[in-house]
């Protein structure tokens, strides 16, 4: 009894470590604590307790983690961003109830071509350096790399016709 008791308190003091660190995913905190050698009935045992108490909530770390992702150089569009949460453990459907939000909090296609144009245009200025300068090939480039980051086809080429209307002024 004494041993199981230290055994769950360890168990409850890793993930909170975990945690404290960042927010994850209920799956994602159980693969990981299952990794550290605690028993799947303990480490389950402590996932219900940690979510009736709102400690963890999929949904919350879905919405945490989308709004980090689509700010600054790490923006993702929304494929991506459902394969990555779909890569932490997160639902589907609690994935995509989260990139509803976001569209629910402003015009969709919008916030996500913003996030691109930012992303295009920082690449842009790298892609230009290179000498000899090809914009046939920059242009390839900048597609391919908006497309790895998850952002649609019809997106990636708003972005690349912005770049390139903002090039050819003076």
């Known amino acids: 009894m004494a041993r199981a008791a230290r055994t769950e308190e360890a168990c409850r003091e890793c993930a909170l470590r975990l945690l404290a660190q960042r927010a994850h995913a209920v799956a994602e905190l159980r693969r990981k604590l299952v990794a550290r050698g605690f028993g799947a009935t303990v480490v389950q045992a402590l996932l219900r307790d940690f979510e009736r108490t709102g400690l963890l909530d999929d949904s919350q770390f879905a919405a945490l983690f989308i709004e980090e992702r689509m700010r600054g150089s790490g923006a993702m569009g929304h494929a991506r961003l459902r394969s990555e949460l779909r890569r932490r453990g997160v639902d589907p459907e609690v994935a995509r ?57 019809d997106t990636c080429r708003r972005v690349l016709d912005a770049v390139n209307r903002a090039a050819e002024e003076p």
Do not use: C, H
Not at 101 to 122: I, N, P, V, Y
């Open 97 to 153: 109830a989260a990139i509803d939000q976001l569209r629910g909090d402003g015009d969709d296609e919008d916030t996500e071509f913003a996030s691109a144009l930012e992303l295009g245009r920082k690449k842009w200025r790298l892609l230009a350096m290179r000498k000899p300068f090809d914009p046939l090939r920059a242009g390839n480039a900048l597609l391919r790399f908006l497309a790895g980051r998850g952002f649609s086809g």
